[in-house]
């Protein structure tokens, strides 16, 4: 006899599960729980199957009784009701992948490896800014049919607002989207995103990471000494201004990176931000790079003294967002506190590094220390591709130095705070390159005359009062063969 709504409303449970058939293969399962749920029995090549068509009440005795039907049709037209709904499945699933919002998420995974997360972030900004401008429009769109005109829609609303830099960034991302979407979807073989750049509103002419002269410190320090703002903001722009580091550096760092007794500064090369890309781009894993060491002087040492002892229980970062204790500080507070100090416009947080590297070459110290305390990363193959680990004791007494001349600019004094360092080596001339001597040997195997080539070089002798600070020199040899 066929189920009614309100055998069905009324079935309960049993000790064990029972079915209440409905005829012509429909069946409605009620197990031990309560739970109800029609199946469908069908033959197939001799053989019984069962599939379910869903769950009682999400799927009514009505519809239960429609899936059925269409399921017997496809057994009677020689179709395999169950292979052929998992296909449909199949089907779905791959639109739904080939949709630009999946082939962005998986271009986002793909991208995660290697980015580091954060709201500051490349990764971080990807998400923000697709959420924003791109995926309203394309999101449900089939990565198939979005074509150029589209992407340029998109990116126009974008340059209406004068975002002209936000667009630009939404151009390489684009393109390197589809780049990765025609590796990985199968059938699409043109990147509508090439050559958007020629279609680009120019963007005006910008001064990035806008610096100061050490004459216009005395004001910056003596408008940060009477800042109203957070003393947690304020100690940030200090350690910037003692240490060289990168915003994004000083934001991430934790209190275990600090060894306040050594006086030394430790930080991760995959927490910094050009090291990360490094490794990347060079296949090189976190034991391949060594940290950056950034020696700190008394000063610093005392702020970070004072941040640390000021840590709460739950707080993750030494500089924490003022309302989530496990997120840095963002970088929108510092930029606003220099805007605050009346710099807004002169200075940017990243353009303290472009100071402290003018002042230090002013001062007359050698270019290697200072890159080293910037931890600028040289090309591959350079000896000094990873300085940022080197010369650390001629780098703290250098930034001690440094820090005792900011101490004098606060107080105005910008003549005692300009002379050059004392007992620095001397950068040398063109006119004072190392001597050179070369031997020639040749050497006859039988077959052929080899000529081999030995040149040394050494360093010029230093000056007596240069030797405090002086590393030990090395001398250096070229050898080239020629064979006749």
Sequence with gaps: MPLTDIAVRQA?????AYTLSDGRGL?????????????????????????????????????ARELREAARAQVARGIHPQKHRKQEQLVKRLAEDRRFQGVFEQWLSHRSRTLQPGRQSTLGQIERIFTRDILPTLAKRSIYEITQADLLQVLGKIEAREALTTAEKCRSWLRQLFRFAMVKIPGLEKNPAQDLAIAALPKPPVSHNLFLQIADLPELLQALRSYQGSQEVQMALRLLLMTG????????????QFDLDQGLWTIPAVHVK???AKMHKEGLGPQDIPPYLIPLPTQAREVVRQLIEAMCPAQRYLLTHRSNL???????????AIKTLGFGGLLTPHGIRGTISTALNEFDYPNTWVAAQLSHVAPKGRRDAYNHAEHVEQ??????DWADRLDLLEQGDVEAASVPARGVPAKPHQSEEAEAVSNVVSVDTGTATVTITISTSQAPNKTPHEAPMTSLSTSASSISVNVG
């Design 12 to 16: 309960r449970a049993a000790d064990k």
């Design 27 to 63: 069946g409605l399962c009620v197990t031990p729980s309560g739970g109800k749920h029609w199946h469908f029995r069908y033959s197939w090549s001799g053989k019984q199957h069962r599939m379910t068509l869903g769950a009682y009440p999400e799927i009514s005795l009505k519809e």
């Design 245 to 256: 580091v990168r915003t994004g550096e000083l934001r991430r760092a934790t209190r275990d």
């Design 274 to 276: 050009q090291l990360h």
């Design 326 to 336: 496990k997120n840095p500080i963002s970088e929108g507070t510092l930029n606003q």
């Design 395 to 400: 780098r703290r007494r250098m930034m001690q």
